[in-house]
Nanobody
């Protein structure tokens, strides 16, 4: 089981940008994982934002963030990134990074299928 630590959250005005980072440790370099970003607003369920297959580098996005957010990875540093541009007030929430082994027969945006979670980083977008 690996460990994940997020950073980079903050408060911005609508239209601004933030870059989230997630440092991973304890993951095998010889295996592929699905690493995802999720967010949760108060009173709402946790939702998938974006994910990446660390082997094939295939990426997946929620419709609400397509064209505005970009997920990427630095394999050498075992770090996951989420570049968020054109932020909107509805993007406000706690952002979590998560990981699971590749090959699990489940949609990337299903939180219960992920083994490891970070502690979260808060993103607040004001209008």
């Amino acid at each position: 089981q690996g460990q994940l630590v997020e950073s980079g959250g903050g408060s911005v005005q609508a239209g601004g940008s933030l870059r989230l980072s997630c440092a991973g440790s304890g993951y095998s370099r010889s295996r592929s994982y699905i690493m995802g970003w999720f967010r949760q607003a108060p009173g709402k369920p946790r939702e998938g934002v974006a994910a990446i297959n660390t082997g094939s580098r295939s990426t997946y996005y929620a419709d609400s963030v397509k064209g505005r957010f970009t997920i990427s990875q630095d394999s050498a540093e075992n770090t996951l990134f989420l570049q968020m541009d054109g932020l909107k007030p509805q993007d406000t929430g706690m952002y979590y990074c998560a990981a699971r082994p590749e090959g699990r027969f489940a949609m990337w945006y299903t939180p219960s299928t992920y083994n490891d979670w970070g502690q979260g980083t808060q993103v607040t977008v004001s209008s």
